[in-house]
């Protein structure tokens, strides 16, 4: 069966320091991957998604750059962290179709 | 674009309770539509789904039609429980070349009291 991970479940940083969120799936192939971020009192919002290895579309400028090294993983990023960069951000994947699974998130407080 | 607009929470009722979200959409083409929940400190789960005009969407006691002319998708369900509380997003789909993209309403905070 397919499975998600997401790691950390929580992260506390300094501004300025960088980031990198991991999320690998397991028992699929050639997977659409995703990640979404929802802000405090907010919904969720598209961030990137990657059809392919190598392949990212971003959704909304911002501070932030996601990876696709591998087929089942993908990497969330940043150089330096903001204050606004503060939410609960959630990994998903598709095979391409209208089901998509979610991780089960890292919650990511920027001090 | 696409966009899905949710009633503004939180809706706290009573345990057994009659439960509706309310839930509208903007899109091109015919998208399927969800309700995804979301437990204290967890991620996503699907609840249920809807691929086309006058499908009903149901799991656990909660349900939803898709209607197209009204373009909404209200969820309902007839009997709340404690358990159910949760926030509800709901959420349309389209496509982007080969990858669907899922767009969410804010999403509904639910409290259900003894």
């Known amino acids: 069966s397919q499975t998600i991970h997401q790691w950390p479940a929580t992260l506390v940083q300094p501004v300025g320091s960088p980031l990198s969120l991991e999320c690998t799936v397991e028992?699929?192939?050639?997977?659409?991957l995703y990640w979404y971020r929802q802000a405090a009192g907010r919904g969720l919002q598209l961030l990137f998604y990657s059809v392919g290895i190598g392949q990212i579309s971003s959704e909304v400028p911002q501070n932030l750059s996601a990876s696709r090294p591998q087929d089942r993983q993908f990497i969330l990023s940043s150089k330096k962290l903001l204050l606004s960069d503060s939410g609960f951000y959630l990994c998903?994947?598709?095979?391409?179709?209208?089901?998509?699974?979610f991780g089960s998130g890292t919650r990511l407080t920027v001090v | 674009g696409n966009s899905v607009t949710q009633m503004e929470g939180p809706v706290t009722l009573s345990e057994e309770a009659f439960l509706t979200i309310n839930c509208t959409y903007t899109?091109?083409?015919?998208?399927?539509l969800f309700w995804y929940v979301q437990y204290p400190g967890e991620g996503l789960q699907l609840l249920l789904k809807a691929t086309k005009a006058d499908d009903k969407g149901s799991n656990k006691g909660f349900e939803a039609t898709y209607r197209k002319e009204t373009t909404s998708f209200h969820l309902e369900k007839g009997s709340v429980q404690v358990s159910d509380s949760a926030v509800y997003f709901c959420?349309?789909?389209?496509?982007?070349?080969?990858?669907?993209?899922?767009?969410f309403g804010t999403g509904t905070r639910l409290q259900v009291t003894l």
């Open positions: 998903a994947w598709s095979a391409g179709g209208d089901g998509y699974t």
């Open positions: 959420a349309l789909s389209s496509l982007t070349g080969t990858a669907s993209k899922l767009t």
């Open positions: 899109a091109t083409g015919y998208p399927s």
């Open positions: 028992g699929t192939s050639n997977p659409n």
